[in-house]
Nanobody
Framework: QVQLVESGGGLVQAGGSLRLSCAAS????????RGWYRQAPGKQRELVAV???????NYADSVKGRFTIFRDNAKNTVNLQMNSLKPEDTAVYYC???????????WGQGTQVTVSS
């Protein structure tokens, strides 16, 4: 019933930029789209950036100063602007949402970000 669709991934050279977007559909009133995680090959999924309903943001130390998470209220999306990309940013990036009442986590299918050196 709840669907999350990520877009914007691709292949870029180190120092380049990408903007990811997460669009939610279905019973979106029951969920909070809270941010982005990523998973690199052979590694655990890790938090990248989250944004609260009130606008408060939190970033992983590794992306502070380079990534910006924001909501586009007109498009009802949560976006991640990624600048100064590094090869270590290479991963599948997942949009995360949480059910407001039950606390269940919802995930998109992911979008691949590859940064070449």
């Amino acid at each position: 019933q709840v669907q999350l669709v990520e877009s914007g991934g691709g292949l870029v050279q180190a120092g380049g930029s990408l903007r990811l977007s997460c669009a939610a559909s279905g019973s979106i009133s029951s969920i909070n789209v809270r941010g982005w995680y990523r998973q690199a090959p052979g590694k655990q999924r890790e938090l990248v950036a989250v944004i609260a309903s009130g606008g408060y943001t939190n970033y992983a130390d590794s992306v502070k100063g380079r990534f910006t998470i924001f909501r586009d209220n007109a498009k009802n999306t949560v976006n991640l602007q990624m600048n100064s990309l590094k090869p270590e940013d290479t991963a599948v990036y997942y949009c995360n949402a949480r059910h407001r009442m039950r606390g269940d986590d919802y995930w998109g299918q992911g979008t691949q970000v590859t940064v070449s050196s």
